[in-house]
C-alpha cells in the first residue's frame, strides 16, 4: 500500500514537470529576426508569467490546467493582449494561494541565513566572492524560492539586482549538491524547516 501510494506521488510529480518543461519550451523559441520590438517584449512577460506560475504550482497538474484555462478566458473575454505577473495575480491568485504554503518574507530568510553562517546581511545579498559566501548566498536564493511568493525576477532584486538566469543556476546549483551529498541535504532542510517554522 505504501509502495502504490509512493508510485502515485512520483507520477504526479512527473507529470508536472514535463508540464513545466512542456510550457518553457513552447516559449523559449528564439525571436525571428523580423519579429518587431513589441512582439519581443510579449514573448518575454509571457514567459516570465509562465515561470511564475509553474514556480508556484508544482504539485498539482489540476491546478496548472485550471490555471492557464482561467487566464485564457479572461485574456479572451476582456480583449487583453499583454499579461504580466500583476494581472496573473489578478486572475488566479486563488488557485496560487491554494495550492502553495504561507509565504515567508524575503528579509525573514536572509536573517536566518547569515546568522546561521555567521557572515553579514552585506556580504549575503552583494557579490562577495569565495565558497565562504557563495554557498550561504546560493542556499538563501534557494531557500526564498522555496518559501516566498516572489518570483524569479522579484528574489533577484534582493541579492544585489541579480537576474533570473543567476537566481535559477543558485537554485539548481544546491539541488544538484542535495542529490549528492547528505550531510549538505540534512543542513539545508534544517534550516528551511526552522525559517517555516519561526515564520
Given amino acids: 500500500m505504501r509502495v502504490s501510494a509512493c508510485l502515485g506521488v512520483v507520477c504526479v510529480k ?6 513545466r518543461v512542456f510550457f518553457f519550451l513552447m516559449i ?5 529576426s523580423t519579429q518587431s520590438r513589441s512582439s ?9 508569467v509562465l515561470e511564475y506560475i509553474a514556480e508556484r504550482i508544482d504539485t498539482n497538474i489540476r491546478f496548472l490546467e485550471g490555471a492557464l484555462v482561467r487566464i485564457q478566458a479572461y485574456m479572451a473575454l476582456n480583449k487583453k ?3 504580466n505577473i500583476a494581472l496573473t495575480r489578478e486572475i488566479i491568485g486563488d488557485l496560487l494561494s491554494g495550492n502553495s504554503r504561507e509565504a515567508v518574507s524575503i528579509s525573514t530568510i536572509q536573517s536566518a541565513v547569515f546568522d546561521y553562517f555567521s557572515i553579514k546581511l552585506a556580504d549575503l545579498v552583494g557579490h562577495a566572492r569565495g565558497r565562504k559566501y557563495s554557498v550561504p ?20 532584486v534582493y541579492f544585489g539586482g541579480r537576474d533570473h538566469s543567476s537566481i535559477l543556476h543558485a537554485c539548481r546549483s544546491v539541488e ?13 532542510g534544517h534550516l528551511t524547516k526552522s525559517i517555516r517554522e519561526k515564520s
Fill in 176 to 188: 544538484k549538491r542535495i542529490e549528492k551529498d547528505h550531510s549538505f541535504e540534512t543542513m539545508v
Fill in 137 to 156: 548566498q546560493h542556499i538563501a536564493q534557494y531557500i526564498c524560492r522555496k518559501l516566498s511568493s516572489k518570483s524569479l525576477p522579484e528574489i533577484g
Fill in 28 to 32: 523559449r523559441r528564439p525571436p525571428r
Fill in 14 to 19: 512527473f507529470v508536472c514537470v514535463v508540464g
Fill in 81 to 83: 493582449k499583454t499579461l
Fill in 40 to 48: 519581443a517584449a510579449s514573448d518575454v512577460y509571457k514567459r516570465q
